[in-house]
Nanobody, 114 residues
Framework: QVQLVESGGGLVQPGGSLRLSCAAS????????MGWYRQNLGKQRELVATMTSGGITNYGDSVKGRFTISRDNVKNTVYLQMNNLTPEHADVYSC????????WGRGTQVPVYS
């Protein structure tokens, strides 16, 4: 019943910016934690950023100072502002949420090409 739908991905040039969105449905209350992971080319997923419903954030070391996570608790949506993108950031980014059950979105692709 719970569904996470990502949007906002798309081709971007190096130095460009994107804003990813993940909208949750099928839940009456807020998820405790929502965030983003990158699929890391089929290897183990890598933490990008998470935020609790109370506003506590956690960032992966590779994106600190470059990406910013935010949440709209009324809309039950989490965002990822991605600035100054480089080809190393190219990946599929998946939304994650737990309450404490864990859910995953299908992912949104972020190609970074010159």
């Amino acid at each position: 019943q719970v569904q996470l739908v990502e949007s906002g991905g798309g081709l971007v040039q190096p130095g460009g910016s994107l804003r990813l969105s993940c909208a949750a449905s099928g839940i009456l209350s807020r998820f405790y934690v929502m965030g983003w992971y990158r699929q890391n080319l089929g290897k183990q997923r890598e933490l990008v950023a998470t935020m609790t419903s109370g506003g506590i954030t956690n960032y992966g070391d590779s994106v600190k100072g470059r990406f910013t996570i935010s949440r709209d608790n009324v809309k039950n949506t989490v965002y990822l502002q991605m600035n100054n993108l480089t080809p190393e950031h190219a990946d599929v980014y998946s939304c994650d949420a737990h309450d404490p059950n864990n859910y995953w979105g299908r992912g949104t692709q972020v190609p970074v090409y010159s």
